[in-house]
């Protein structure tokens, strides 16, 4: 089944958005936790690994934060990957000519 590469950038552009906020929190906790592990102070910074976990107080995600948050970024990458496979495909193509 081939999909038309229209149709891949448009679930990229829908997606990526979306994402941008899950990665972004997901990446900067780990950083803040992972510093204060090394510098000695995680008990200040208890709150990082309870977000990046996807416990948010009242809202709690942990069984399915991870599990969204992997399946999104899967989706990015391959979708990416298929845009930028198509995009050499034709330039070389076109390098031919």
Known sequence: MK??????????R?????????????TITGII???AELGGFVN???WAIHWHKGDF???D???SFPFLNGIG???????GISMWWKTRRVSR???KI
């Open 3 to 12: 999909i038309k590469a229209a149709k891949i950038r448009q679930w990229h």
């Open 14 to 26: 829908w997606l990526a958005p979306i994402m941008l906020l899950p990665i972004l929190l997901t």
């Open 33 to 35: 936790y992972q510093i």
């Open 44 to 46: 200040q910074v208890r």
């Open 57 to 59: 107080g009242y809202i």
């Open 61 to 63: 995600f942990q069984r």
């Open 73 to 79: 970024l899967l989706f990015l990458t391959v979708t």
């Open 93 to 95: 193509s076109n390098s």
